[in-house]
């Protein structure tokens, strides 16, 4: 096992550097960041080429990209080249995004892994019965709206739910912007008022597209699980339905479960660009649209490599539950 993970490991470098290239020469073709500036009247060719100087912007592009590297890998990324914006550190500001949306995502992931998984092995041993119909019909609900109709339908609730409790002469309680960059302030109870207030709208958004998804896959695993031939054979030795359930069925029935979470999770780590939107989350979505937004290239070219990174590392966590949960599966 640590031999595979070493030797994956030392694939990923490779795969991220050829991805760093593409990467980068892709959004150096995107345009020109100083295009907007250009446009404006009173702006001198000479104050362009200063700039385009300063910049680095003048250099051949293959030298752009060396000097970006060598950076890169020294932990220097750089600082953003927005126009009308303030310059910030890139590493920085590229890590507190995403450690607020590391703050999101895993109790949204946890809870809808949890829950899925529960839901889904239920729906499968009590096939056809009204908790299955029930089951199926709440997923694909979920599947059938997209998840910025269930953010802002959370949001609108949520606003008039505050509206309630003000009118009753309470404090309003669920909150629909990002933390505060400071933390929660207080005792222990007004700590986890904000804290429950502040969470509880982004996460339940999330949990909800990402439990529907989870439960029809461990559904319909955990059914084709339970029809095949080892599990005949121990139901035929007159082993409990409860231990041919737990110990035979349900582990190999998470394997195909594992590889959507996986993968799940690296998206959403990457941002959820709508839910961040919606709540104005200041995490890994909302730095990707206003990189976008800015044509802020840099800050882009950080954003993409954070996101391949948490791509390959969450491959490798599944390759991982892979042969803990069946040990047929040989990794070494």
Not at 10 to 18: C, E, R, T
Not at 22 to 31: C, N, Q, S
Not at 94 to 112: H, N, P, S
Not at 205 to 233: G, H, K, P
Request: with cysteine; proline share 3%.
């Amino acid at each position: 096992m640590i031999r595979y993970i070493i030797r994956r490991l030392l694939i990923s470098i490779p795969i991220l550097a050829i991805g760093s290239i593409l990467a980068f020469f892709l959004v150096a073709a995107a345009g020109n960041p100083l295009a907007e500036l250009k446009a404006k009247p009173g702006v001198t060719p000479q104050q362009i080429h200063d700039l385009e100087a300063s910049l680095g912007l003048d250099q051949p592009i293959i030298v752009r990209y060396w000097k970006w590297l060598v950076g890169f890998l020294q932990g220097d990324w750089g600082q953003s080249i927005a126009l009308g914006q303030a310059k910030v550190d890139i590493f920085s500001s590229v890590m507190r995004a995403l450690w607020i949306t590391a703050r999101l995502v895993v109790g949204a992931e946890l809870l809808a892994i949890v829950l899925g998984v529960a839901v889904g092995v239920l729906a499968a041993v009590k096939q056809y019965s009204i908790f299955d119909y029930l089951a199926t019909s709440s997923a694909f609900l979920m599947f059938s709206m997209p998840i910025v109709c269930v953010a802002v339908i959370l949001k609108t609730y949520g606003i008039r739910f505050n509206n309630l409790l003000q009118s009753m002469g309470m404090d309003r309680w669920l909150s629909t912007v990002s933390p505060a960059a400071g933390g929660f302030h207080g005792s222990f109870g007004e700590q986890l008022f904000q804290y429950t207030g502040t969470y509880l709208l982004p996460t339940l958004s999330l949990t909800l597209i990402s439990f529907a998804a989870y439960s029809r896959f461990q559904r319909a695993s955990m059914l084709e699980t339970l029809n095949s031939d080892y599990v005949r054979t121990a139901r035929a030795k007159g082993i409990s339905q409860r231990r041919v359930i737990f110990r035979h069925a349900f582990r190999n029935a998470l394997i195909p479960v594992s590889t959507l979470f996986s993968l799940n999770a690296a998206a959403l780590f990457s941002g959820a660009i709508i839910t961040e939107t919606v709540f104005g989350w200041k995490g890994m979505g909302n730095l990707l649209v206003q990189s976008i937004r800015t044509f802020d290239p840099y800050m882009l070219m950080g954003w993409l490599m954070v996101t391949a990174t948490l791509v390959i590392l969450f491959n490798l966590v599944a390759d991982i539950m892979y042969g803990i949960l069946d040990p047929r599966i040989r990794l070494a």
